[in-house]
């Protein structure tokens, strides 16, 4: 046991999540089943209620702390490489455009599939009250309400008159209104001169890596946070939950097997005029680099190396391609925001009409931009969407769990979706196409 014990001490912290998730899983239904009355049996609501809820919570709430400023420090970086692009002239434009594009369809793919396979329905209406009874969901609603009353409401619902107010009640409506002003923002700093623009963009990037590693810091509470989160939602609901996640894991990973098998080698033949076969063969070490690291970041060394020297795109269209789409361009992330919001959303039965549905499609093209290239980068974006529809963030406890393999292959195609629209855009770099009509043969 105690050889056990030590040997999960040292164990990566994914596997620690996973394990803490089973751990959970399997106690809280036990705990339901052999209680005598069940998941209302009192003790087991004390420790559900008082203990399990409060870790928990102690937990997620170190991660919408963070969410604020690094939402801001990453969108205004992240459009400001984009908003450099149209410095790039031709090539920026189009790299944008892909991007773009591709975005647009992995996020659709994901909606056309969560609409139609429904993961997350057919939970038990008064078990799943019972789960959320203690998430104060009308109070925390008529306090938002009250906010929105006493100010003036932003135009549109997006454009805000004072971004510091829409800070402040981020995670009660008024994300939108930040990303806006963080878009305009980033947008004015790239066409701002780079002497004065420096100081600025330092302090943001600098930001932003002290919020990573809060992020980090969180993460350390995540698998006793996970157990709580999971225990509690395993002893209430019993095994339906599980079902669902099942079904949801399945989805996201035929999501984006489906983006990675059709959307990339279609784009690949006819806008690189590349073989698809022989780009992915090229590109097998940046696949297998993003699939270990689970860090779009962590794998860029490799991808500018591999495109240039195996798959032939000339280095001043990788280096500027790949460098932006590291932080900017995450299809596979979108897809998965897009699915997991969606799913969250039936599982909790918050009803979104097709208007919401555009909007999370927005919001998670957005966020792929805003998005962090680190393992769980999408988490914390996804936490300030989910609260911005009024579902329990909570809940995203449950799908940590299994996150590891989840983000493992959503950055396979993050990465990839780099490479892919840095072989189109080589096509039209004139030098690009006699290097991809040779790599063709
Ligand atoms: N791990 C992803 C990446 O680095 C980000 C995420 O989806 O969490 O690309």
């Not at 983006?259 to 097998?284: E, G, S």
């Not at 860090?295 to 020297?309: D, M, Y």
């Amino acid at each position: 046991m105690p050889d056990m014990r030590r040997r999960l001490g040292s164990a990566p912290l994914h596997t620690k999540i996973l394990v803490m998730m089973v751990l959970g899983a399997v106690g809280g239904l036990l705990a339901q089943v052999l209680s005598p009355g069940g998941s209302k049996n009192k003790t087991l609501e004390f420790f559900n209620d008082v203990i399990a809820q409060n870790v928990g919570a102690l937990f997620m709430t170190m991660i919408f702390m963070v969410v604020v400023p690094l939402l801001f420090s990453a969108l205004v970086n992240g459009v400001a490489e984009v908003g450099s692009a149209a410095k790039f002239g031709k090539m920026g434009l189009r790299a944008l455009a892909l991007t773009l594009v591709l975005s647009s369809i992995a996020v659709g793919i994901g909606l056309v599939g969560v609409n139609a396979v429904k993961p997350g329905a057919g939970i038990d209406a008064a078990k799943r009250a019972e789960l959320y009874q203690a998430v104060d969901k009308e109070g925390a609603l008529a306090k938002a309400n009250v906010a929105q009353e006493t100010t003036d409401p932003p135009l549109l619902g997006v454009v805000p008159k004072n971004p510091l107010l829409e800070a402040v009640r981020a995670l009660s409506g008024g994300l939108l209104p930040l990303m806006f002003f963080a878009i305009v923002f980033g947008i004015a700093l790239s066409k701002t001169a780079p002497e004065d623009a420096l100081p600025v963009t330092s302090f943001l990037s600098g930001l932003f890596h002290v919020c990573v590693k809060m992020i980090d810091m969180a993460m350390k509470l995540a698998p006793i946070g996970v157990f709580c989160l999971v225990f509690r939602t395993a002893s209430v609901l019993g095994g339906d939950a599980f079902l669902s996640l099942a079904k949801y894991m399945i989805l996201v990973l035929v999501a984006l097997a489906i983006h990675f098998f059709v959307t990339y080698p279609l784009a690949l033949k006819f806008i690189a005029r590349r073989n698809p076969l022989d780009f992915m063969r090229q590109m097998r070490t940046v696949i297998v680099t993003a699939f270990a690291t689970s860090s779009s970041n962590a794998t860029l060394p490799v991808a500018l190396k591999v495109s240039e020297e195996e798959a032939g795109i000339p280095r001043h269209v990788g280096s500027f391609v790949l460098t932006i789409g590291a932080t900017a361009n995450q299809n596979g992330t979108a897809l998965f925001e897009g699915i997991t919001i969606l799913f969250l959303a039936q599982f909790f039965d918050v009803d979104l009409n097709l208007g919401q549905q555009l909007i999370v499609m927005g919001l998670a093209i957005v966020a792929g931009i805003g998005t962090a290239g680190v393992p769980g980068g999408a988490w914390p974006m996804i936490a300030a969407i989910l609260v911005r529809f009024e579902i329990p963030a909570e809940a995203i406890g449950l799908i940590l769990g299994i996150d590891r393999i989840l983000d493992m292959s959503r950055t396979v195609l993050n990465v990839i979706g780099d490479a892919t629209i840095a072989a189109c855009v080589a096509r039209f770099e004139g030098d690009g196409i006699e290097v991809a009509e040779a790599a063709m043969g």
